[in-house]
């Protein structure tokens, strides 16, 4: 991305050149299922199920939820679940949001173990796991991480901005 930084800001390639759109692939891709991997690894941190991990990072960045990076003035659609107004936006690029849903889901899943007999488990705790976990992260869990990685960056902003030199 540095290099891209450079290319586009010295002019040393054309931005709309297959190098470039190429190397923007590269350097994004990681980003863009960010979620997911930080769903994985998370997953395996607080001793839930990796696959389930990423499944949840999956729901979070599904296709029908807006991409945040990309409105401009757009505003995402709102779906109405039994009276709760769910944000149709999605959690591309974020961290907090996951990490929280995601220690979550370890516990929901381990509850659910605990509960449902040996011979079913297979079955019903990825599927109610992942169900009730999808459940609290567009309803609850999701907005809440938002709102709390927006402050911190509006603090950190504030921060820069009025502390100069010394905020770094």
Avoid: C
Avoid at 16 to 33: K, P, T, Y
Avoid at 89 to 104: D, R
Wanted: proline share 5%; charged share 10%.
């Amino acid at each position: 991305m540095g290099l891209l930084g450079l290319m586009e800001t010295y002019n040393w390639v054309d931005t709309e050149s297959g190098l470039f759109v190429l190397l923007d692939m590269f350097s994004s891709a990681s980003f863009i299922i960010l979620p997911i991997l930080i769903g994985y690894s998370a997953a395996k941190e607080f001793g839930g199920n990796t696959y389930l991990g990423a499944v949840i990072g999956g729901i979070m960045i599904h296709p029908e939820l807006l991409n945040p990076w990309g409105l401009s003035d757009a505003q995402p659609a709102t779906l109405d679940f039994f009276g709760f107004g769910v944000e149709m936006l999605g959690y591309q690029g974020t961290v907090i949001p996951v990490l929280l849903t995601v220690y979550v889901m370890a516990k929901i899943e381990k509850g659910l173990r605990k509960v449902i007999p040996n011979v079913v488990d297979l079955l019903l705790t990825p599927f109610l796991t992942v169900i009730f976990t999808g459940f609290v992260a567009m309803l609850v869990i999701g907005p809440l991480g938002r709102a709390l990685g927006n402050g911190i960056t509006a603090f950190l902003d504030f921060i820069y901005g009025t502390a100069g030199p010394i905020a770094g």
